[in-house]
């Protein structure tokens, strides 16, 4: 499984970003793709998580009604649409998967890190004026 995350960058507090993630050698129709940040000095956070088939969306408090994640099955693609962004988003930003983080019922959260086996390589999201 490889999972290739981009779309970070810097942006000014207040404005959108999308991230995408391009996964590949999935071999299971239900699986998870979630979202994770990291801070400097911060512990990871899930932020955000799809199920595959159902569809269902899963969001962190800190991001609920800013942030939206989607899939693209044709693409083999999950986005995270991010908008209205502030300081506190900066983060390196990873999509991760692995059986561990959920099924065909649901993602299960809020994420933990350890149930998962394949990461991406992380993009940067830096908001800042």
């Known amino acids: 499984v490889q999972l290739v995350e981009s779309g970070g960058g810097l942006v000014q507090p207040g404005g959108s970003l999308r991230l995408s993630c391009v996964a590949s050698?999935?071999?299971?129709?239900?699986?998870?793709i979630t979202w994770f940040r990291q801070a400097p000095g911060k512990e990871r956070e899930g932020v955000s998580c799809?199920?595959?088939?159902?569809?269902?969306?899963y969001y962190a408090d800190s991001v609920k009604d800013r942030f939206t994640v989607t899939g693209d099955k044709a693409k083999n693609t999950v986005y995270l649409q991010m908008n209205s962004l502030d300081p506190e988003d900066t983060a390196v930003y990873y999509c991760?998967?692995?059986?561990?983080?959920?099924?065909?019922?649901?993602?299960?959260?809020?994420?933990?890190?350890?149930?998962?086996?394949?990461w991406g390589q992380g993009t940067q999201v830096t908001v800042s004026s």
């Open positions: 050698g999935l071999t299971s129709p239900y699986y998870v």
């Open positions: 799809i199920s595959n088939p159902s569809g269902r969306t």
């Open positions: 991760a998967t692995g059986p561990r983080g959920g099924s065909f019922y649901g993602c299960k959260w809020p994420a933990r890190g350890s149930d998962y086996d394949y």
